[in-house]
């Protein structure tokens, strides 16, 4: 069942900012590129029921995961005009503040990647096998669900 | 024939394990669901799908054998 | 005319991906924020008549473009919800690859910061006076016009 | 009374000059265009808007003394 060729969009513990900045420094290179869109979900410290989230404890079914990323990743480029697209998610714990999601499309005009990047981020959203551990103060949880 | 039974998130949590293999003989996806119903009361709190070699099915996909079961809660990516 | 509270939104020469990953980073603190949007302008390479563009030589009426963007931003914290809303714009010389323009809007939710960073980038090709001669390998250019 | 007459991009090149100093009494931004088209022919050739005090004004703008013109030509930022 493994196929080579689909990319671990899946990160250890919080994306950093570093990351992030050395993945544009990348893009420098490939002069037909006009725009970038770039979409960064953050945990934040909600309160839920008098209790501050501190954390978000990811997990994920990762082949699965992996799989549905290509394919949302492959189904932005046939609807977009698209020179690049990338995807990252977190694993593991992210705490409040730091980053767990960051998508990152590239295009010779900007609505293309305006409407790829949203598109991704909509798609990750409903269709992608990660479940999330919402982490109190008193290390109590709760499961964390999409809409 | 063996099933890899999958169990993620809270549903994880309502059967105290991530994997299991059983034993069967061609079966339908409702039947899998009953029988781990009865197995782990609790599944009954959770809304869970089925995925069946990492896509969705429906409850009448027959289970032939060497199957990767997964059972997924709602997901909270992004 | 001067008036102390307007930020200065040019940066002299090229945005570097460092800068934006700094930017990123100093919001991790906000642990209010749960989606960051970020859009970033490149200079293309463009072919134009047989010859390759190989920088952009911005120049500003720098007094008016502060004001412009300081407008653009107040107006997009009245129609969005944002917690944070920055734009940097070059001047002066940046080379293909190379960013010009940076929006960088934060919110609690995703779909504002989508929203905003759009409106903020369209508003600024139409109102911001910033004027850009595209310079060609032979040191020969043209001015570019938007839209 | 004096204006201070600021010249950007593709007009500035036509003009050949960033900034002037033109002394002037009331005076109707129309007047205004026409008298800098007379000194600088190759105005004629560029696409270009008159603001005063940082703010588009139509050619009826009167103005008074003191304030900043500006010749803007097409916007290109982003």
């Known amino acids: 069942m493994k196929d080579k060729k689909i990319k671990n969009s899946l990160v250890e513990g919080p994306i950093t900012p570093e990351k992030i900045g050395t993945s544009i420094a990348h893009h420098q290179v490939k002069t037909n590129i006009g725009a970038h869109d770039i979409f960064l979900g953050q945990v934040r410290a909600d309160e839920i029921d008098g209790k501050i989230v501190t954390a978000i404890d990811y997990s994920a079914y990762d082949e699965m995961a992996n799989k549905v990323f290509d394919e949302i990743r492959e189904a932005a480029f046939e609807k977009f005009d698209l020179t690049c697209g990338h995807i990252y998610h977190s694993k593991g714990i992210v705490k409040a503040g730091e980053i767990c999601l960051f998508v990152f499309t590239s295009s010779k005009h900007r609505q293309m990647a305006f409407d790829a990047t949203r598109f991704i981020t909509e798609e990750i959203k409903i269709k992608v096998p990660v479940f999330g551990k919402e982490i109190f103060e008193d290390d109590s949880f709760q499961w964390k669900t999409n809409q | ?78």
């Open chain 2, 1 to 78: 024939m063996t099933l890899i039974i999958k169990y993620f998130g809270m549903v994880a949590e309502a059967s105290c394990k991530k994997e299991e293999v059983l034993e069967f003989n061609n079966l339908p996806v409702q039947n899998l669901r009953n029988d781990l119903l009865k197995k782990y009361p609790r599944l009954a709190t959770v809304d869970f799908k089925i995925a069946v070699n990492q896509s969705f099915v429906n409850d009448n996909f027959v289970l032939t054998g060497s199957e990767e079961v997964a059972l997924l809660p709602p997901f909270a990516g992004g």
